[in-house]
């Protein structure tokens, strides 16, 4: 799977694009570690804007991304930043496991189910607004639809976190 990244377009084949984030950690775990594998992690394309990362992009440079953030997807990129730590003991990783659990366990946060919840909403408009700007704006709907395995991932990369 790591020969198969695209480091020009930042991006996967489309083919593996919906199990990147997913299939990367069993992927690394698997191998010994190879430093080109994190470089897979540099926080560039899916930048953070007010906490967790946005799903994927329609085009192959990251003009257009769908920008829903999803409980899955942000939980599995816990546990690869925090082995990304792990692994390098570059702060970096660390720095953005941690960015990345403060989101989940805030935004996606449920108190009335007292689990997570499964996403939030991908508002363009929201999200193309200036940072000053979104401070004044409604932030986008949570979807507090609790999915179990979802929150399974969710616990998984925050224990791994803790455990570094």
């Given at each position: 799977?790591?020969?198969?990244?695209?480091?020009?377009?930042?991006?996967?084949?489309?083919?593996?694009?919906?199990?990147?984030?997913?299939?990367?950690?069993?992927?690394?775990?698997?191998?010994?570690?190879?430093?080109?594998?994190?470089?897979?992690?540099?926080?560039?394309?899916?930048?953070?804007?007010?906490?967790?990362?946005?799903?994927?992009?329609?085009?192959?440079?990251?003009?257009?991304?769908?920008?829903?953030?999803?409980?899955?997807?942000?939980?599995?990129?816990?546990?690869?930043?925090?082995?990304?730590?792990?692994?390098?003991?570059?702060?970096t990783y660390r720095d953005a496991?941690?960015?990345?659990?403060?989101?989940?366990?805030?935004?996606?946060?449920?108190?009335?189910?007292?689990?997570?919840?499964?996403?939030?909403?991908?508002?363009?408009?929201?999200?193309?607004?200036?940072?000053?700007?979104?401070?004044?704006?409604?932030?986008?709907?949570?979807?507090?639809?609790?999915?179990?395995d979802r929150n399974g991932l969710?616990?998984?990369?925050?224990?791994?976190?803790?455990?570094?």
């Open positions: 799977m790591v020969g198969r990244w695209d480091g020009r377009r930042r991006s996967f084949p489309r083919s593996l694009r919906g199990d990147s984030f997913t299939c990367l950690v069993p992927t690394l775990s698997y191998h010994t570690f190879q430093p080109r594998a994190y470089k897979l992690l540099t926080p560039d394309p899916t930048k953070p804007q007010d906490g967790g990362f946005f799903r994927y992009a329609t085009d192959r440079n990251w003009a257009n991304p769908r920008r829903e953030k999803l409980l899955d997807e942000n939980a599995a990129l816990v546990r690869a930043f925090a082995h990304g730590y792990r692994y390098t003991g570059t702060e496991a941690q960015r990345t659990a403060q989101y989940l366990t805030t935004t996606l946060w449920a108190d009335d189910a007292d689990a997570f919840a499964g996403s939030q909403a991908g508002v363009d408009g929201y999200y193309r607004l200036e940072p000053s700007e979104r401070e004044e704006a409604d932030r986008p709907h949570v979807d507090g639809t609790v999915f179990a969710a616990v998984d990369g925050l224990l791994w976190l803790a455990a570094y």
